[in-house]
């Protein structure tokens, strides 16, 4: 049973800082690449940051350049969202997904990110 369980969420402050973990289970997880999405209240869910099966290739979303850093642990099936800076904006739920190929496609249920004074 594919599994993607989010964690890491909260309230923060802005100009303040949260760490998203997404552990996976129930696949070859060193096989997926994988990625954090997010969907803001009446917004359609945009790509945050994505990361290749070995780290190697990494890719983020303008606005988050510079502040958030994605990265994985293959020995923990973990990958994991270090986002700094956070501005209100950035109030979302945040997805992890899992990809490889165009048959295999994974998400997690989300977990709530909300920056507010």
């Known amino acids: 049973q594919v599994q993607l369980v989010e964690s890491g969420g909260g309230l923060v402050q802005p100009g303040g800082s949260l760490r998203l973990s997404c552990v996976a289970s129930?696949?070859?997880?060193?096989?997926?690449?994988m990625s954090w999405y997010r969907q803001a209240p009446g917004k359609e869910r945009e790509l945050v940051a994505s990361i290749g099966s070995i780290s190697v290739f990494t890719n983020y979303a303008d606005s988050m350049k510079g502040r958030f850093t994605i990265s994985r642990d293959n020995g923990k099936n973990t990958v994991y969202l270090q986002m700094n800076s956070l501005k209100p904006e950035d109030t979302a739920v945040y997805y992890c997904?899992?990809?490889?190929?165009?048959?295999?496609?994974?998400w997690g249920q989300g977990t709530q990110v909300t920056v507010s004074s």
């Open positions: 129930g696949f070859t997880f060193s096989r997926f690449a």
């Open positions: 997904n899992a990809r490889k190929g165009s048959q295999d496609n994974y």
